[in-house]
């Protein structure tokens, strides 16, 4: 599959066409991706227990994987996704548009601490 968990993802097609997100989970069965955000379903849930109110609650539903796109935020450009072995041997994907790489340690060094940020303000508040 062409995008893993953590890539930013720009959705080509359906409902939600045009909007940005993070991917969140993958089901590799059936080339499914399901991204922060987006393509939201309502779902009735019972209450569980006597005496708490039952719920209507929105969920990330899945979308196909064909129907997303890599999307670059700095360059603010969704592309398709190519294979190169670097110099050292490692083999990346990077963006075909831009030639920027995705899978660099840098990269997901840089994600990981944006993540973090994330889950302190989020603790903070």
Do not use: C
Not at 10 to 28: N, Y
Not at 118 to 124: C, D, Q
């Amino acid at each position: 599959m062409h995008v893993k968990v953590g890539d930013t993802v720009k959705v080509i097609s359906g409902d939600d066409k045009g909007k940005i997100g993070e991917v969140a989970k993958i089901f590799r069965h059936n080339s499914t991706v399901v991204v922060k955000e987006i393509n939201l379903k309502t779902k009735h849930v019972k209450s569980r227990e006597e005496g708490e109110p039952g719920q209507i609650i929105k969920i990330e539903a899945p979308i196909h994987s064909s129907n997303v796109m890599l999307y670059s935020k700095e360059q603010n450009v969704a592309s398709r996704v190519g294979h190169k072995v670097l110099d050292d041997g490692q083999r990346v994907r990077y963006l075909i548009k831009t030639g920027e790489v995705i899978d660099s340690a840098e990269y997901w060094k840089k994600l990981k601490e944006e993540q973090n940020t994330k889950t302190e303000v989020a603790a903070a508040s």
